[in-house]
């Protein structure tokens, strides 16, 4: 039989191989958790809502953004395009408000061509975002959603995002709607199997009467279905 100070011994082993057991399997689950989250696709309707909703700008940048991507584009531009008086650069610490307090009215561009998984707070960076790109399949309708909600830069750029034929004759009959003029298309890389109907809004035509129209596109590697031309346009398909 132990004795009260063995006893002692052998429990305290016992607890510190029962945190050792613990502390072994935290990491693991923490692995499982990001990995299933990660997979997760957003519907049309999160993704909408995660555009257009209000966050609070007077916050640490990775809480304004917190999907990692959009975050770190953000503080690459950012310190690429605002000059510091006192060179210092910001950080995902960094107050969002001071900092754009401080970049006044530069235009930090943006490409976006990694998988994005939550799109709050971009809604205050809309307009520095020139490129979105390789966001998958999921993305076809959502493109279309953000541009109807921003309509900024000059360009509609979204490459392999699972562009399918219902949505790119959505992107054409919006410019044609709202008379969308002098911008530059980058379809390309998606499954679009009929551009005949670019030949309703013009391509590098400046002397079209009604003023709308894409300066360039591009529409290469499309992956399903017979590719059509586009008419009397088809030559000034690049």
Not at 68 to 80: K, L, Q, R
Not at 143 to 150: C, H, R, S
Not at 174 to 200: A, C, K, V
């Amino acid at each position: 039989m132990l004795d009260k100070q063995s006893m002692r011994l052998l429990i305290k082993l016992i607890g510190i191989m029962s945190l050792s057991l613990i502390m072994l399997t935290v990491p693991h689950s923490t692995a499982q958790a990001a990995t299933t989250d990660s997979d997760i696709t957003l519907t049309d309707q999160e993704f909408e809502q995660q555009i257009t909703a209000d966050v609070n700008p007077d916050r640490p940048i990775r809480e304004v953004f917190p999907d990692p991507v959009i975050a770190s584009h953000f503080i690459d531009s950012y310190n690429h395009y605002v000059h510091s008086p006192t060179g210092q650069k910001v950080t995902l610490d960094s107050n969002y408000q001071t900092a754009m307090a401080q970049a006044s009215n530069a235009l930090l561009y943006m490409n976006i061509s990694e998988k994005v998984h939550d799109w709050t707070g971009v809604k205050l960076i809309a307009r520095n975002i020139a490129i979105i790109s390789n966001q998958g399949d999921g993305f076809d309708k959502k493109a279309l959603i953000y541009y109807q909600a921003f309509e900024t830069g000059n360009s509609i750029n979204f490459s392999n995002c699972g562009i399918g034929q219902s949505t790119f004759d959505g992107f054409l009959d919006y410019m044609r709607e709202h008379h969308i003029t002098g911008i530059q298309g980058n379809f390309e890389y998606n499954h679009i199997s009929d551009f005949s109907w670019l030949s309703n809004i013009v391509v590098n035509d400046n002397n079209y009467p009604e003023g709308y129209g894409f300066y360039g596109f591009f529409g290469a590697g499309q992956t399903k279905g017979h590719i059509k031309p586009m008419k009397d346009l088809g030559h000034r398909l690049k």
